[in-house]
């Protein structure tokens, strides 16, 4: 059975899998950000996003996506994504 796991960027609940092991290296396609395999460290770089998680939150924030180079790549969220449907 798929669960709905939350982007550490975003917020919204786009990467499924029947467990957390299986989205390892998804990419969001709200915001565009690869899970990687660090905990929700803010102020860590990430190697596979080539930032740290606080700079691609605040960047989407600004740009509706992790980098501004990404914005032609993601989407807006789906109903059954937003954090109160999950």
Sequence with gaps: MEHRYQCKCCGYFTLEGETKEDILWDICPVCFW???????????YSGANHMTLAQ??????????????????????QQKELPENN
């Design 34 to 44: 690869e899970n990687d395999i660090f905990e929700d460290v803010p102020g860590k």
């Design 56 to 77: 691609g939150r605040e960047n989407y924030k600004n740009y509706s996506a992790c980098d501004p180079k990404h914005v032609s790549y993601v989407r807006v969220p």
